[in-house]
């Protein structure tokens, strides 16, 4: 969903706009998604704007997600708290999209997660960061998804032999962050929905 700050920031640069035409763009913002992915030049359907370079801290993130009732894993904590958040751009926008294997161009009914990743570096697609995973979480709604793996660096937690990474689940209860283990030969469905970044705007 496109903040009411943001739509408000666009519309504000856009003096020549109808008052229709506005109208039109807030009252139907899928409408305005695929607008905003012609302007950009993406190849996928824009998921979430997300903000980053926030300012917040790991205690910040924690707190939003509990009041959104997000259940966060011990793993999925951990990781949030050894993460810093490094600020791309103080106050920017990042487009995330939600893209399949099958959406990538593959045919094949499984996929190594390794090529899932290099195909989508073709596409101009990139890592995750955990702030921006976070923002999406609290985006989200629970019969939004059923799984989402998000593409992102692996973080090696005590104990762990191989590095760990998001996944956003939905479950009866409610949406859960929480990990599971990077394997670059682990095969996927091409029906499952990776998250990855696109474009700061």
Known sequence: MLSNEF????????????????????????????KLRNAFFLPFEIFKIVDVGTDLMADDFLKKLYAKKVKVSKEAKRIIEISTFKLIERGAKLIL??????????????????????????????????????????????????????????????NDDKPRVFTILSRPEGLMLTTYFKEWDRPWPSYQRFLFSSKII
């Open 7 to 34: 739509v408000s920031t666009l519309l504000n640069n856009m003096p020549s706009l109808s008052e229709k035409t506005a109208k039109m763009w807030v009252e139907n913002q899928e409408y305005m998604r695929k």
């Open 97 to 158: 999209v939600a893209v399949t294997p099958e959406e990538l161009g593959f045919k094949k009914l499984y996929v190594k997660q390794l090529d899932i990743l290099e195909k989508a570096k073709e596409f101009g697609l990139n890592y995750v960061s955990p702030e921006a995973t976070i923002g999406a979480c609290l985006q989200l709604k629970k019969d939004e998804i059923q799984s989402l793996i998000v593409a992102m660096e692996g973080f090696n937690l005590i």
